[in-house]
Each structure stands twice: as C-alpha cells, then as structure tokens.
C-alpha cells in the first residue's frame, strides 16, 4: 500500500510513524508512507496555505490553491474512478465533519492500494476540496483537534496493522474489539472443543475484547482467576465470552445492538444481569 499525507507540519510525523508495528510494515516493504508539505505548493514568498473565510467569522481556513496543486501531482486516478470503485485508491479530508472512522472502515481502506489523507487546520479546509477532490471525509471521534495530522496518524495505525504481514500472528487482527465477524466465525471456538480439538480463544465478533492475564498467577495478593490455569479449555472459552460481554455492556452497551448474538450469549447476558440486579 501507499499512504500520502498532506499537510503543512511534516515534521510532526518523524515521531508516529517511526514505532512498532507501523516502522515494521515500512521496513518490509508493506506500505510505503509519502509526507507532503502544502507549503511546498504555495507561489508567494510568505508561503501562505490559510485565508479568511467569506462571509466573516472567527478563524483561518485552509486554502484550495496548496491541495488542488499537490493531489493533482500526485498523478492519481480521476475522481470518477475512485469513487465509483474502479480503481483502488481514495482521498480522504480528515474533518470533524466526517463519518466517524471505526473498525470496519478500517478493513475497507486496508484493501485499497494507495489512500491518501488531507489534513485539515484551523477553522476547516476550503469547501472545494471536500466537493471536487477527495472521495470522502472522516473523522476519529465527536471532538475537536487542532487538525488532521493525529487523526492521519491514528489511521494509518489502524490499517496498516491489517496489512497481511504486518502482525507476528495473523489471528491476533481476527481476535481484537470491535473486529467484525458473524456469530459462527465467532463460535468456530466451540467447534474446534466438540471436534477434540481444544481452542480456548475466540474473537470478539464486535464485542470488546476479553480481559488479558499473565504471570506472575498472584501478584501482590491479585490472583489469576482460577478458571484460567484450570486447562478446561471450554470453560476458559465461556468465561472469556462472558467477559467479553460483561465488558461490552458496561463501557459501551451501543455495540450489543448491532452485534450478532448466539443463544449462548443470550444466557450468558441473563446471567450477567441477574448478578448485577444482586449486587445493588
């Protein structure tokens, strides 16, 4: 893959994209990341990429003139082509007016061979941008940066550890919150038990993930719950589900209503209710 990221402070990305598993992809040959500064296109010797908006108010505004002259060196395929999907590219306006970036966009932009992402400043970027170049606008979350450098970040983050390759284990990108999998990709688990082969792992099919433990069993008086060193590989199974769950309902109970639940699940959140109706 080929990221492009324009923006008009380059030296910030020297820092995010140098680390884990990102420097890795780089390092391999995975994804190749282009950092292209708007000063650069700019004709006047005070470099300006931001004016005054029509219409007054507060703020600067990025202009068109830096970001038309940019992409279109960029020799990308025609907009037309981009959008209707006959090439495997997208420009994207990093903006706090876009669709909120999550998972599943995620999985759809690792498919893609070059994205390229425009980072905002200031009070926005001229509308133009938005209506005759890039593809679509994103945004990370319902709050307000600076600009778009952090968010460019963030995503390029999320994809490229989707990258195959990328990770040391494949499994671990299936096994993550919020990874999207129907409900018998999720319970293939259960199968593999039934089939005598034992797999005490499972994925989050959009749920959170499930706690994670490690050594030393008892930490400062904190044991491991017992369930865990048990080697009951169907009951470690069920209990990470039913943390899984647990989680899902207390930190962010929107996820349960689009995730598909098994019969199982449904018991298990019956159960989860009941101890929480005792414990008030």
Known sequence: ??????????????????????????????????????????HDRHRTVDDRPFGGGEGMVLKPEPIFECLESLR????????????????ILLSAQGRRFDQ???EELA??????????????????????MADRELSIGDYVLSGGEMAAAVIIEAVTRLLPGALGNEASARQESFTAQDTQQSFTAQDEFERGRPDSTCGSGGLLD???????????GMAV???????NHDEIRRWRRQRALQKTRRNRPDLLQDTPLSEEDRTLLTEISKVASEDR
Do not use: N
Not at 15 to 30: C, K, M, Y
Not at 76 to 91: C, F, I, N, Y
């Open 1 to 42: 893959m080929k990221a492009d990221i324009l923006t008009i402070f380059p030296g910030f990305f020297r820092g995010p994209l140098d680390h884990g598993i990102t420097r890795r992809a780089r390092e391999i040959g995975l994804v190749t990341i282009a950092v292209h500064d708007l000063r650069e296109f700019t």
């Open 76 to 91: 990308l395929a025609p907009r037309e082509d981009r959008t209707a999907g006959r090439v495997k590219q997208s420009v």
């Open 104 to 106: 599943s966009l995620a």
């Open 111 to 132: 498919t893609l061979e070059r994205m390229v992402l425009i980072c905002g400043r200031y009070e926005g970027v001229d509308e133009r941008v938005a209506d005759f």
């Open 210 to 220: 499930y706690p994670h433990y490690t050594r030393p069993a008892d930490f400062r």
């Open 225 to 231: 719950p017992e369930v865990l060193v048990s080697g």
